[in-house]
C-alpha cells in the first residue's frame, strides 16, 4: 500500500521580514509541541485559510470577536471583585443574623421629644 503523501519545497527569503520572521519561528518552535515542519505549516495554512473564508463570509466576525474578549475580561473583572468583596459581605451578613439577646423598654433610652401626636392640632376636626 503506497502512502498518499505529497512533497513540495518552500523557499525563505530571508532578506524580507515576513518569510524571515516565519524561518526563525520554524527553527525555534518547541520540538516537543510540534513534531515536524509538515505538521506546524499545515496547522499555521488551516487555521489562516479558516479563518480567512469565514471573515469572507462574515465581515463582522472580528468586531464580534473583540467584543466578546471585551465582555469576557469585564466579566473576569468582576468575578475577581466579587471573589474579594464576597466573603466580607457575607461574613457581616452572617454576623447580622446572629441571635441577639432582646431589650426590654426598661434598658432603652428614654426619648426627650415630644410624641408625634403632642404637635398635632386636633381642632380642624372640628368637635
Do not use: H
Not at 527569503?13 to 515576513?18: A, F, R, S, T
Not at 473583572?77 to 457581616?92: D, R, W
Amino acid at each position: 500500500m503506497a502512502a498518499n503523501i505529497r512533497n513540495t519545497n518552500l523557499r525563505f527569503n530571508l532578506e524580507k521580514d515576513l518569510q524571515r520572521k516565519a524561518w526563525e519561528y520554524l527553527q525555534t518552535m518547541d520540538k516537543q509541541e510540534f513534531r515536524s515542519y509538515s505538521q506546524v505549516i499545515a496547522l499555521a495554512l488551516v487555521e489562516y485559510f479558516d479563518r480567512y473564508y469565514r471573515t469572507q463570509e462574515d465581515p463582522y466576525l472580528e468586531t464580534r470577536e473583540r467584543e466578546e474578549r471585551f465582555v469576557d475580561q469585564i466579566l473576569k473583572a468582576v468575578e475577581k471583585s466579587l471573589e474579594q468583596s464576597l466573603p466580607l459581605f457575607l461574613s457581616g451578613l452572617t454576623a447580622g443574623l446572629a441571635p441577639r439577646e432582646p431589650q426590654n423598654k426598661a434598658s432603652l433610652p428614654l426619648s426627650k421629644e415630644p410624641e408625634p401626636d403632642a404637635e398635632v392640632d386636633w381642632e380642624f376636626l372640628g368637635e
